[in-house]
């Protein structure tokens, strides 16, 4: 399974998230954790950086939760049937969503509530 590719993001994740964080990002989908900048407080971070692409994901702490049905982070990915496989073997749920012309895609939820779309690019969608 490869993620291809994102710009930035920063998710927030329950105080006690940090497990559940590593869990989802790092050993479900793959990505590689990196260490925080310690002035940050490296407790309330788990960070990870995507592919070679140099793009991460920030998780930090925010106990108020997702508060918008409309956010979320999409990780691009060569093979979305295995990447929906592998997601769904390890318990998390995932949806289909409208089609939009070469961008086949489904959402998910990380461990916190976050929306997580995972597309793959097959051409220009116009």
């Not at 710009?7 to 329950?14: E, N």
């Not at 990870?48 to 918008?68: F, M, V």
Request: charge should be negative; charged fraction near 20%.
């Amino acid at each position: 399974m490869t993620t291809l590719k994102l710009q930035h993001a920063s998710v927030p994740m329950t105080t006690d998230g940090n497990d559940k964080g590593r869990h989802f990002y790092g050993e479900t989908l793959g990505l590689t954790e990196i260490t925080p900048p310690e002035v940050l407080g490296t407790e309330r971070f788990v960070w990870y950086t995507i592919g070679n692409s140099g793009d991460e994901i920030h998780l930090y702490t925010d106990d108020s939760g997702p508060n918008s049905p409309g956010q979320h982070i999409c990780l691009q990915v060569d093979d979305l049937a295995a990447v929906r496989q592998t997601l769904e073997a390890n318990g998390y749920e995932t949806s289909d969503t409208d089609a939009i012309p070469n961008r086949p895609r489904f959402f998910t939820h990380d461990p916190f509530g976050n929306r997580v779309e995972i597309s793959a690019i097959l051409g220009p969608y116009s």
